[in-house]
Nanobody, 126 residues
Framework: QVQLVESGGGLVQAGGSLRLSCVAS????????TGWFRQAPGKEREFVAA????????YYADSVKGRFTISRDNAKNTVYLQMNSLTPEDTAVYFC???????????????????WGQGTQVTVSS
């Protein structure tokens, strides 16, 4: 079992930045890929970014590439999502998830992840 708790969401103006954190407890969090997903009202939950267990590899959705950065600190059992140049289209509930150790290009679907946090709201005003 692993428990994931997201934080860092909030209200920000377009062009601003936020850093989300995902703190894990339970199983060996550092041994597994961690991903960030988001879900806007009325839309499906979509992949945002993933990071390998070591932190050495990352993968992003095209919509956030160049603006978002995923990183991890395994000593703190924490994964971060730095979000810059935010737009209203980034408004959503953001979830972190812990999954397997498949190649990151395969870790873009929800079913590849076993554990999920409760999410943190990000609202970007225009």
């Amino acid at each position: 079992q692993v428990q994931l708790v997201e934080s860092g969401g909030g209200l920000v103006q377009a062009g601003g930045s936020l850093r989300l954190s995902c703190v894990a407890s339970g199983r060996t969090f550092s041994s597994y890929t961690t991903g960030w997903f988001r879900q806007a009202p009325g839309k499906e939950r979509e992949f945002v970014a993933a990071i390998s267990w070591s932190g050495g590899n990352t993968y992003y959705a095209d919509s956030v590439k160049g603006r978002f950065t995923i990183s991890r600190d395994n000593a703190k059992n924490t994964v971060y999502l730095q979000m810059n140049s935010l737009t209203p289209e980034d408004t959503a509930v953001y979830f972190c998830a812990s999954g397997s150790r498949l190649p990151l290009v395969l870790m873009t679907t929800r079913r590849k992840y076993d554990y999920w946090g409760q999410g943190t709201q990000v609202t970007v005003s225009s």
